[in-house]
């Protein structure tokens, strides 16, 4: 995010050492550049300088004062020193003062390990609380089943704040008050739940310490497991395949899906699906929707993707005069839910009553989604019962003894644990266009897209808004994918703005994901997200598709077996009273 | 029936409420930095700004309600709570200080925290500090309501309270 202004290169020195970076580069920056790490507990790589926490500074040769390297441009001829004895001595003083006003809770904090905070203290040999402790007596807010804020925990740095409000623009959290007296509180010191939060937990992925963190229901499920009577059944999301990996020292992106399927079975799951088919389901009813409103004519364009729930509650507080144009198809854990309660407790022989449906998610929302509206009961019983977000995985695995880096490669079970390249798309931002272009031209033209066309390269990467054209049979599709809140506001403008025009809509058909990068840069997932690491994890998904027999979600033989032996059509009677759901406007502040 | 007749009082005064924030956002709308402006015509107005307020202001301009109140909270002026019926205003300006403001501050706030044991009456009262309000030659002073009272010591607060709870 920072402003480079030109191609233009400045050389300056860092620690008398020669460095030459692109104009507009921060000092903090440089640094990392030449090999030097600044800390700092409020400048993240995804968010603009606050300059709050005063960790980074630095001395630059010929200045009385020092300067925070987070928010100071390093200039021509600059020479800047980043570590001496002063320094360390300030930057240590700094944090008893921010330890005087948190709690010597890390022991049982939910961050215990990988503490930002926690981690400079140790590296700058912090051993006693120098200074009086003055620790907030307030409240946590439990209020959202999501997510939970510990405000004594909060240092003030304001990531969640810029997060919520600059990328996501929900504004749902803000600094309140000035000065000594400055705090993060939900809109106007009202609960979460009474906030226009959507749950998707970027706050939590982007703060430092354990004041923002997921709802921990791990230990629901190890009673789930531990119960003889109940039949456990796990799914894994597609980014977290990709993703889990980085908890066990594996680079970002690496693929274990067979690796984390053996090790699920060895918790104790007895079937072990994988949310990829539902994926391929979900395409096969959206797909159709698409079709049905491009090429019949039957409801609103554009046609705006479902899958997020983190995007759904936004939509329904904020974007209500366009639900009409909201895919009615649920997402895929919700499908899988319903199908492994129906169709997989029936060829199995189980009482739906007695089987426990646990969901892997690289997102927080998704805890939200399980009860969202009676269409996620319409198995008869809740569909899916627990959510664990990556992060709680990963807690689950280490608590089991089980050593995953030796876990054996073995498969999922049939048959909702096959899957086409098509559905591990899914995890990434472009990746429900993708797959859904893929299915929609075989339903207009009867044809596959060519093997060169299999890619469609325009959907993918980082960019805030993606715009691509496909044709159809000779009309051409035109389609927009968004991530990150702040994004989506712009593309529905857009919508609206011809709608109120009278005009043709700029789109057929729009993707959104909540978070920047899509899932795999969900809520939920391994803490240390930047662009670097997304870009990995999206590359993980791509080769798995690449990788896959089949790319294309019709194509999916365990989907078409289901069709015929169970829900008859898509979008028939049967598959519309499972997977598929509808949306209603919400209040966005509850008060 | 009583019940009724105080729902419908409610309700219209919350329509006159949100016509005249209507009014202030249509005064103050397209001119830069206009929210500090509204939010003053509104403390103007009702004495402090309601949650109910706040959003019906949101609604009208498009703010979000955590934009609202990271100003509301910043600054010291905007109250979120009704004001009392008696305002005591203890000058904390340096002369004031130096004579004892802050025993004087701490004695009202003793004084009412006695009020509130005592079973109410506290609540009448706004206990405020404010800078230098020109009267150093009184020092210490307090402002209650609009009258100022000067060369105070701690023993004289109570009084104070007392004539204003009679009146």
């Given at each position: 995010m920072k402003t480079i202004h030109s191609n233009a290169m400045i050389q300056a020195t860092i620690n008398g050492k020669p460095i030459e970076v692109p104009e507009g580069t921060s000092i903090l920056d440089a640094a990392r550049q030449c090999g030097v790490r600044i800390p700092t507990?409020?400048?993240?790589?995804d968010l603009l300088p606050t300059?709050?926490?005063?960790?980074c500074i630095v001395k630059i040769a010929g200045r009385e004062r020092m300067s925070r390297a987070c928010a100071t441009e390093l200039q021509p001829g600059m020479e800047i020193t980043t570590h001496d004895g002063e320094l360390t001595r300030i930057r240590r003083m700094i944090l008893e003062l921010i330890l005087s006003t948190h709690p010597n809770a890390c022991l049982t904090c939910?961050?215990?390990?990988?503490c930002e905070l926690q981690t400079l203290i140790g590296e700058f040999g912090?051993?006693?609380?120098?200074l009086e402790k003055h620790i907030r007596d307030v409240p946590p807010d439990h209020?959202?089943?999501s997510i939970i804020i510990?405000?004594?925990?909060?240092?003030?740095?304001a990531r969640c704040v810029q997060t919520c409000?600059?990328?996501?623009?929900?504004?749902?959290l803000s600094m309140l008050n000035r000065g000594i007296n400055t705090r993060m509180a939900p809109a106007g010191d009202i609960s979460l739940a009474e906030s226009?939060?959507?749950?998707?937990?970027q706050c939590a992925a982007h703060?430092?310490?354990?004041a923002i963190v997921e709802h921990d229901e791990v230990a629901t499920v190890w009673d789930a497991l531990e119960d003889p009577e109940t039949f456990c059944s796990v799914q894994i999301a597609p980014s977290v395949r990709v993703a889990l990996g980085e908890e066990f020292g594996?680079?970002?992106?690496?693929?274990?899906t067979r690796q984390i399927y053996a090790t699920l079975r060895r918790l104790g799951f007895q079937a072990v699906f994988d949310t990829n088919f539902a994926a391929d389901l979900t395409i096969m009813e959206e797909a159709g929707e698409f079709v049905q409103r491009?090429?019949?004519?039957?409801?609103?364009?554009?046609l705006i993707t479902s899958c997020c729930p983190a995007w759904t509650d936004y939509m329904e507080k904020k974007?209500?005069?366009?639900?009409?144009?909201?895919?009615t198809a649920k997402s895929p854990q919700q499908m899988l839910g319903v199908v492994a309660k129906t169709y997989y407790s029936e060829k199995a022989g189980l009482d739906p009553a007695k089987h426990f449906q646990v969901s892997i998610m690289p997102c927080t929302a998704k805890k939200y989604e399980l009860?969202?509206?009676?269409?996620?009961?319409?198995?008869?019983?809740?569909?899916?019962d627990v959510t664990l977000t990556t992060r709680e995985l990963a807690r689950m695995i280490k608590q089991s003894g089980l050593v995953f880096r030796e876990m054996p490669e073995e498969e999922a079970d049939s048959p909702l644990g096959e899957y086409s390249g098509s559905g591990t798309l899914?995890?990434?931002?472009?990746g429900v266009m993708e797959a859904a272009l893929r299915t929609a031209h075989f339903l207009v033209t009867g044809q596959n897209l060519a093997a060169e066309a299999?890619?469609?390269?325009?959907?993918?990467?980082?960019?805030g808004v993606k715009e691509a054209e496909i044709v159809l049979e000779g009309t051409t599709v035109r389609v927009a994918i968004s991530h990150g809140m702040a994004n989506v506001d712009k593309v529905l403008d857009k919508v609206r703005a011809a709608r109120d025009r009278g005009e043709?809509?700029?789109?057929?058909f729009i993707e959104v994901m909540a978070c920047p990068g899509g899932c795999i840069g969900?809520?939920?997932?391994?803490?240390?997200?930047s662009d670097e690491v997304r870009r990995k994890r999206m590359e993980g998904l791509y080769h798995d598709d690449k990788s896959?027999?089949?790319?294309?979600s019709h194509e999916n033989p365990a989907i078409q077996q289901l069709y015929k032996d169970f829900?008859?059509?898509?979008?028939g009677e049967k598959a519309e009273q499972l997977l598929h759901t509808r949306y209603k406007p919400r209040k966005a502040y509850q008060r | 029936m009583q019940t009724q007749t105080e729902l419908g009082k409610l309700l219209e005064w919350v329509e006159i409420m949100r016509g005249r924030i209507r009014e202030i956002v249509r005064e103050w709308a397209?001119?830069?930095?206009n929210l500090i402006m509204m939010l003053h015509a509104i403390q103007n107005e009702f004495g402090y700004i309601s949650r109910g307020a706040a959003g019906e202001l949101a609604k009208e301009t498009g703010i979000s309600m955590a934009r609202i109140y990271e100003v509301i909270t910043f600054y010291?002026?905007?109250?979120v709570t009704p004001p009392g019926k008696h305002t005591l205003q203890v000058c904390m300006g340096t002369a004031c200080y130096l004579k004892g403001a802050a025993a004087l501050h701490k004695e009202l706030e003793r004084q009412l925290g006695i009020l509130a044991a005592a079973?109410?009456?506290?609540?009448?009262f706004q206990l405020e500090t404010v800078r230098c309000i020109g009267c150093c030659g009184m020092a210490p002073a307090v402002v209650v309501d609009a009258e100022t009272h000067g060369r105070?010591?701690?023993?004289d607060m109570a009084q104070i309270l007392h004539q204003k709870q009679k009146a």
């Open positions: 507990l409020c400048k993240h790589p300059a709050a926490c005063g960790l939910k961050r215990n390990g990988n912090v051993r006693d609380d120098r209020s959202n089943g510990d405000f004594t925990k909060c240092i003030n740095c409000q600059k990328i996501q623009n929900v504004w749902a226009p939060c959507i749950k998707c937990g703060c430092p310490t354990g594996y680079p970002p992106g690496t693929n274990l491009f090429v019949h004519g039957k409801g609103p364009l554009p974007h209500q005069d366009l639900i009409e144009n909201f895919s009860e969202r509206t009676d269409e996620m009961f319409a198995s008869g019983y809740q569909d899916v899914f995890g990434a931002t472009g299999i890619n469609i390269l325009p959907a993918r990467g980082l960019k043709e809509p700029p789109y057929h969900g809520g939920g997932q391994p803490y240390g997200i896959c027999a089949r790319r294309f829900l008859g059509e898509p979008l | 397209d001119q830069e930095g010291h002026y905007f109250r079973g109410g009456g506290h609540d009448e105070l010591c701690p023993g």
